[in-house]
Every structure is written in structure tokens, then in C-alpha cells.
């Protein structure tokens, strides 16, 4: 029932920013401080990568090494939206981006998300 729909990506060029949205709904009167939610990326051919989560709850927050520094994760509670501000963005950003959440605190650990949006392009010119 959970469902997590990201928005926010598009083609930009190096040194740009973007900020995506991931609405979390469905909830079922839950509130969305019960998850946890992450973000993650994929490129063609290449293995999901962990960027950052956050334990809505707790406020706690977790960057991967390649964007710490220039990505920052944040939350709004009344919209049930997470959000991934992106500065500073490299061709090697260029993936597929995709919202990832699951009941109690977020984890980094794919298989431990339970619920994923369908994922937003990011491409990255040079």
C-alpha cells in the first residue's frame, strides 16, 4: 500500500544543482516519522549504489564517501516528502535515482528497504 513516487531530475550540466522528491503515501494514517527512507542510485551496468538516508524520527543522517559534502538529505514531515539537494554535480552523479523506505530506521542495505519508487533520470554533461 506504501508507495514512494521521486520527482526532480532532469539533465543539467556540470557544476549545476538539483533537488529531488520523494512523496511517501499510502501511509494509512501512519505517520511518515515511522520510516526510515534512502536514496539510492544506479548506472547502466553498474552495481546500486548507496547516497544517503535519513531516520525521519531521529533526524539521523548518512551520506555514501562520493557525494558527502555536496548532497544533503532532508525531510518534511507535513508534505511526507524527502528530499535530496545535489550541488556541485559531476558526470559520474549521471543514474538513475531512486527513493527507498522501509518501517523503523533507515538502513543502507538494499534488500532491507521494503518499499521503492520507480526512480527519476539524472544525466550530468560536461
Known amino acids: 500500500q506504501v508507495q514512494l513516487v521521486e520527482s526532480g531530475g532532469g539533465l543539467v550540466q556540470a557544476g549545476d544543482s538539483l533537488r529531488l522528491s520523494c512523496t511517501l503515501s499510502?501511509?494509512?494514517?501512519?505517520?511518515?516519522?515511522?520510516?526510515?527512507t534512502a536514496w539510492f542510485r544506479q548506472a547502466p551496468g553498474k552495481e546500486r549504489e548507496f547516497v544517503a538516508s535519513i531516520s525521519w524520527s531521529a533526524g539521523v543522517t548518512f551520506y555514501g564517501e562520493s557525494v558527502k559534502g555536496r548532497f544533503t538529505i532532508s525531510r518534511d514531515g507535513a508534505k511526507d516528502t524527502v528530499y535530496l539537494q545535489m550541488n556541485s554535480l559531476k558526470p559520474e552523479d549521471t543514474a538513475t535515482y531512486y527513493c527507498a523506505a522501509r518501517r523503523g530506521i533507515a538502513t543502507r542495505t538494499i534488500s532491507q528497504n521494503e518499499y521503492w519508487g520507480q526512480g527519476t533520470q539524472v544525466t550530468v554533461s560536461s
Open positions: 499510502g501511509l494509512a494514517g501512519r505517520s511518515s516519522s515511522d520510516y526510515g
